[in-house]
């Protein structure tokens, strides 16, 4: 490969793109405008002949055949409008590694229940036995360019997709793509709805008949969607919509009309939880596992860190990690799994979104809330309108203290916030760690 490579961004994905890259004999440059010169991947990357720099103005552009954009950069950045109008192909990071992937390439996406649903789906597939692994890379952390050209031709890769990679993607083609649900989110990167819409879609949009889209039936808005896929339709329902592939009908989790697990012996709890088994059931069907080692690995599963993440008992109050719901939809799902009051912990950057949609939810299952971040006066305003007691705290970590002294014994502290974390930290990820070791060290 003799080209030149522009990657804007240099996160763990542009970090991985840089080292693919380097190694299949491109030129490549790395452009950030926070990059530090210490990080140790830098001065690797540097040693193999990679360039850095923090400038990113349209100077760059010259020679520069591709650009690897970091997926979370807008495309309205001026260098990155400058190379549209230069017709310069810009790319995410997954892209690149896609020629690396083999046959057995699932890829799941949805507004929420992506990175759930696709941990499960490696659960199940981990319970076959035979010559290949089972691969889990993507938006759940680990860049798929570090483990594709690794793949040997009997690995399943699992990969988690979001609304951002699916952009950059120019040709996305797995043999089961998986989409969870579809609600409004991150709007102000896509600009509209209709553009979050396409941009999850892509997921099918190059799958053929031979290919599986194994998609939730339970909104009439996502059957629709499901018309454009020229793959099979393998549908999945918690509400009873479709039995013509995975569904809960009294109780009970099926598949076709086999029994496979009750829906009370999963490892999770919540409804969210179960539209996640029924997704991870059609795939371990389609990929021919025993009933009986899906129910087991359903049985055994135990969650995702950050996403309704139980913490423990502390003073007789069981604590919940759910820093992953950037979205209402999100933290509206996660108390539904509660049958008992909670005291929600909630707020963060402020996208736009109507945190009024919360009330129903906050209604029926909160009895208190401690907001904090850009959406906290939002968040306040719908407490206020159903009469619980909303306290004010600087960020997650320091609403652990209120949480505690607004509790009694035998409810739930949850923090499940309803908006990104970037308005106070990093990631959710960062977000999330901070307030469990809050918890872990809190005394009353």
């Known amino acids: ?49 990679v360039q850095f720099t923090t400038d990113q103005s349209v100077a760059l552009l010259h020679d520069i055949d591709l650009i690897v954009k970091n997926p979370g950069i807008p495309y309205t950045i001026p260098i990155l409008t400058a190379a549209e109008e230069r017709h310069i192909p810009i790319v995410v990071e997954v892209a690149l590694a896609q020629k690396y992937i083999q046959e057995n390439w699932i890829a799941v996406t949805g507004s929420n229940g992506k990175t759930t649903t696709t941990e499960m789906i490696a659960s199940v597939l981990r319970t076959q036995t035979g010559d290949g692994h089972v691969l889990v890379a993507g938006n759940i952390g680990t860049p798929v360019s570090e483990v ?42 896509h600009g509209t709805r209709e553009n979050y819409v396409a941009a999850k879609m892509n997921i099918t949009k190059h799958q ?8 939730n039936y339970d909104n009439e808005e996502w059957r629709h969607l499901a018309e454009q896929t020229n793959a099979t339709i393998v549908p999945f329902s918690r509400k009873g919509v479709s039995e013509a592939g995975a569904y809960l009908k009294n109780g009970s989790l099926y598949y076709k009309e086999e029994f496979i697990i009750a829906a009370d012996e999963l490892g999770v709890p919540g ?38 993440q139980f913490i423990g008992n502390f003073y007789d109050r069981p604590v919940y990690n759910d820093s992953k719901a950037t979205d209402i939809e999100a933290t509206e799902m996660a108390l539904s799994g509660f049958n008992v009051p909670v005291i929600l912990l909630a707020g963060g950057l402020d996208r736009g979104d109507d945190q009024m949609r919360l009330l129903s939810a906050m209604k029926q299952h909160v009895k ?63 977000r999330g760690n901070l307030f469990v070791d809050a918890v872990k060290k809190f005394k009353f």
Do not use: C
Not at 376 to 398: F, H, R, W
């Open 148 to 189: 594709a050209p690794k793949m040997l031709k009997d690995d399943v890769l699992v990969t988690e997709l979001s609304s951002f990679q699916l952009t950059g993607m120019p040709a996305p083609k797995p043999h089961i793509a998986v989409l969870t649900n579809i609600f409004a989110s991150h709007l102000n990167f």
């Open 208 to 215: 053929t008949a031979a290919d599986f889209f194994v998609v």
């Open 271 to 308: 409804t969210h939880n179960i539209e996640n088994a029924l997704a991870a059931i059609a795939v371990g069907k389609l990929m021919r596992v025993e009933t009986t080692s899906i129910a087991g690995a359903l049985r055994s599963f135990s969650g995702v860190e950050h996403r309704l």
């Open 1 to 49: 490969m003799d080209k030149h490579v522009l990657i804007i961004g240099f996160a763990r994905s542009g970090a991985a793109a840089a080292n693919l890259l380097q190694n299949e004999g491109a030129q490549v440059i790395v452009s950030d405008p926070k990059l530090d010169i210490t990080d140790k991947k830098v001065m690797t990357l540097k040693e193999k002949g």
């Open 368 to 430: 208190g809330l401690i907001v904090f971040g850009e959406t906290a006066e939002k968040l306040a305003a719908v407490g206020k309108e159903i009469g619980i007691p909303v306290l004010y705290a600087k960020d997650a970590p320091s609403a652990v203290k209120p949480a505690f002294e607004l509790s009694e014994a035998g409810e739930v502290i949850l923090l499940s916030p309803a908006a990104a974390s970037w308005d106070q930290f990093p990631n959710f990820e960062t």
